[in-house]
């Protein structure tokens, strides 16, 4: 007798969705009028000159007035002053004159997918809701992200099935989106609902909760924590063999206090080795002191918001460690800076307000005598949350890290989180795909770095992160056309990058108007 298939039937998962993308591209190809949102190899093969631009090519150096770009079968065949460069006969020409050029954006730690628990019921209820349609909602995520010029990014944690899927759905031209990367779980965290991700007792839990863990996890969760090294190492080749494109462990809890140290040092060198091995990046969600330096030692390549370091200060030290070692810094400057920061401060004063008013009303009444005593650290601990400390002190964190010359980029843990329909309020548009990636480039120039730094850390530093630097990232030639046209030049106000006028991909420019192609949570 057949075993029936589960909501989390691989099978189930993996076939109907690419039924449904190959539908969708029909549909949208059929309906094209004039700029198409095509496969990106396919019209990027034409020969295409992009004249008079001013040229910022993601190297820091000065701009280049009057440049010209010649793009032919989706990489850069020419650059430099249209003086110089001849228009091959027959290309399509794009005039730029009085507009600026940078290369398309990177995004080194973004969310795509749905992960659902921890953040509120809301978010379960939207995972349970739109559990089938994961592939779609992933691809309509990663095309928000295009849409405001993203045209790179690193998915860090998600449902790794789906993001397979829509990741080499882009790369084979069958839909439109940003090149991927995709790391699957956070290996040694166990899935959404678990007490290392969500501080969820398994006793509380769902038998769809517990599915849906298990799927997030993919064998990667919480037994790894227990393992002896050369066990772990065995299991950290069987979780790379899944195809992920680079590894994010936990060198800590996820929760901010108390922040427990995951792995040991040796584990830590285990995981390093194994995936060095494959030649692929090893990253690390660490966030405590000793937790970061164990993690900074075992040999990473990357900290996934280092400024998060459970509410203490980095020390000169640390810094100075990532920055000798070249550990890669993304960065959540995003909720730091900019309309975030404002609402931190405003939120901040109502709550000094309320402390010092509740202070000033501690009368115990004409018939009680008044007892003195001392806060317990846990009313401690609830003054600091209330007032945003944490906040000050990642910012804080932040500038020490950009002061300190370490290598940084952009890194908004942006994510689709829950439809309309689940939300109470609005979800901040710091965090939502594609322009909270602008809103944190914005944010580095708030947190020091001038406008053109912040470009190469938007661009050059975050192809470096994803070790594609030989292919993007900078406007080069022999790299791929990933080009944006702007109306204003960011280098006198970087909250020019928001004004787009074209998004190229490979070569290819891009119907933002018709993205996301088939809209689930977000509008056209």
């Given at each position: 007798?057949?075993?029936?298939?589960?909501?989390?039937?691989?099978?189930?998962?993996?076939?109907?969705?690419?039924?449904?993308?190959?539908?969708?591209?029909?549909?949208?190809l059929?309906?094209a009028?004039?700029?198409?949102?095509?496969?990106?190899?396919?019209?990027?093969?034409?020969r295409?000159?992009?004249?008079?631009?001013?040229?910022?090519?993601?190297?820091?150096?000065p701009p280049?007035?009057?440049?010209t770009?010649?793009v032919?079968?989706?990489?850069?065949?020419?650059?430099?002053?249209?003086?110089?460069?001849?228009?091959?006969?027959?290309a399509?020409?794009?005039?730029?004159?009085?507009?600026?050029?940078?290369?398309?954006?990177?995004?080194?730690?973004?969310?795509?997918?749905?992960?659902?628990?921890?953040?509120?019921?809301?978010?379960?209820?939207?995972?349970?809701?739109?559990?089938e349609?994961?592939?779609?909602?992933a691809?309509?995520a990663?095309?928000?992200?295009?849409?405001?010029?993203?045209?790179?990014?690193?998915?860090?944690?998600?449902?790794?099935?789906?993001?397979?899927?829509?990741r080499?759905?882009?790369?084979r031209g069958?839909?439109?989106?940003?090149?991927?990367?995709?790391?699957?779980?956070?290996?040694?965290w166990?899935?959404?609902?678990?007490?290392t991700?969500?501080?969820?007792?398994?006793?509380?839990?769902s038998?769809w909760?517990e599915q849906?863990?298990?799927?997030?996890?993919?064998?990667a969760g919480?037994?790894l924590?227990?393992?002896?090294?050369?066990?772990?190492r065995?299991?950290?080749?069987?979780?790379?063999?899944?195809?992920?494109?680079?590894?994010?462990?936990?060198?800590?809890?996820?929760?901010?206090?108390?922040?427990?140290?995951?792995f040991?040092?040796?584990?830590?060198s285990?995981?390093?080795?194994?995936?060095?091995?494959?030649?692929?990046?090893?990253?690390?969600?660490?966030?405590?002191p000793?937790?970061?330096?164990?993690?900074?030692?075992?040999?990473i390549?990357?900290?996934?918001?280092?400024?998060?370091?459970?509410?203490?200060?980095?020390?000169?030290?640390?810094?100075?460690?990532?920055?000798?070692r070249?550990?890669i810094?993304?960065?959540?400057?995003?909720?730091l800076?900019?309309e975030?920061?404002?609402k931190?401060?405003?939120?901040?004063?109502?709550?000094?307000?309320?402390?010092?008013?509740?202070?000033?009303?501690s009368?115990?009444?004409?018939?009680?005598?008044p007892?003195?005593?001392?806060?317990?650290?846990?009313?401690?601990?609830?003054?600091?949350?209330?007032?945003?400390?944490?906040?000050?002190?990642?910012?804080?964190?932040?500038?020490?890290?950009?002061?300190?010359?370490?290598?940084?980029?952009?890194g908004?843990?942006?994510f689709?989180?829950?439809?309309?329909?689940?939300?109470?309020?609005?979800?901040?548009?710091w965090?939502?795909?594609?322009?909270?990636?602008?809103?944190?480039?914005?944010?580095?120039?708030?947190?020091?770095?001038?406008p053109?730094?912040?470009?190469?850390?938007?661009?050059?530093?975050?192809?470096?992160?994803?070790?594609?630097?030989?292919?993007?990232?900078t406007?080069?030639?022999?790299?791929?056309?990933?080009?944006?046209?702007?109306?204003?030049n960011?280098?006198?106000?970087i909250?020019?990058?928001?004004?787009?006028?074209?998004?190229?991909?490979?070569?290819?420019?891009?119907?933002?108007?018709s993205?996301?192609?088939?809209?689930?949570?977000f509008i056209?």
């Amino acid at each position: 007798m057949r075993a029936p298939r589960t909501l989390l039937d691989p099978s189930r998962l993996l076939d109907r969705p690419v039924r449904s993308c190959a539908q969708r591209l029909a549909n949208a190809l059929a309906s094209a009028l004039v700029f198409v949102a095509l496969p990106l190899g396919a019209a990027a093969q034409a020969r295409t000159a992009i004249v008079g631009a001013t040229l910022i090519d993601g190297n820091g150096g000065p701009p280049l007035a009057n440049a010209t770009v010649i793009v032919d079968g989706g990489r850069i065949a020419a650059v430099g002053p249209s003086a110089s460069i001849t228009v091959p006969d027959g290309a399509r020409v794009i005039d730029a004159t009085g507009q600026f050029m940078t290369p398309g954006f990177v995004d080194t730690n973004v969310h795509t997918s749905l992960y659902g628990a921890g953040f509120g019921k809301h978010r379960k209820e939207n995972a349970v809701f739109y559990f089938e349609r994961g592939t779609e909602i992933a691809l309509e995520a990663a095309q928000m992200h295009l849409k405001h010029g993203v045209t790179h990014i690193r998915d860090s944690y998600g449902q790794l099935p789906q993001l397979v899927e829509v990741r080499d759905a882009i790369a084979r031209g069958a839909e439109v989106g940003p090149r991927m990367q995709v790391a699957g779980n956070i290996v040694g965290w166990g899935g959404a609902f678990s007490i290392t991700f969500a501080l969820i007792p398994e006793a509380n839990l769902s038998l769809w909760e517990e599915q849906f863990s298990d799927h997030l996890a993919q064998g990667a969760g919480e037994d790894l924590l227990d393992m002896y090294p050369e066990e772990l190492r065995v299991a950290i080749n069987a979780y790379l063999d899944k195809g992920v494109d680079f590894l994010k462990y936990g060198g800590t809890s996820h929760w901010a206090f108390p922040t427990l140290i995951s792995f040991s040092p040796e584990a830590q060198s285990v995981i390093v080795e194994e995936v060095h091995r494959r030649g692929l990046v090893v990253e690390t969600h660490s966030t405590n002191p000793e937790g970061l330096r164990l993690s900074v030692e075992a040999g990473i390549d990357l900290i996934q918001h280092p400024e998060v370091l459970a509410d203490r200060e980095i020390s000169d030290e640390l810094v100075t460690q990532i920055r000798e070692r070249g550990v890669i810094c993304s960065m959540l400057a995003n909720t730091l800076t900019g309309e975030a920061w404002q609402k931190h401060l405003t939120d901040r004063d109502a709550a000094q307000r309320r402390l010092a008013a509740a202070d000033e009303n501690s009368d115990w009444g004409r018939l009680r005598r008044p007892v003195e005593r001392v806060r317990t650290s846990f009313e401690q601990r609830r003054d600091r949350n209330a007032i945003g400390y944490g906040t000050e002190m990642r910012r804080r964190n932040a500038q020490k890290l950009i002061e300190g010359g370490c290598t940084v980029t952009v890194g908004t843990d942006n994510f689709p989180a829950a439809a309309s329909q689940f939300n109470r309020t609005p979800k901040p548009i710091w965090q939502e795909p594609g322009i909270g990636t602008l809103i944190a480039i914005e944010g580095l120039v708030e947190l020091g770095m001038t406008p053109s730094e912040a470009i190469v850390a938007g661009t050059r530093n975050g192809a470096l992160a994803a070790r594609g630097l030989e292919d993007f990232g900078t406007i080069e030639v022999g790299k791929y056309a990933d080009l944006l046209l702007l109306e204003a030049n960011p280098l006198e106000a970087i909250s020019n990058i928001h004004r787009q006028t074209m998004v190229m991909s490979e070569g290819a420019v891009i119907d933002v108007k018709s993205l996301p192609s088939n809209p689930v949570m977000f509008i056209r």
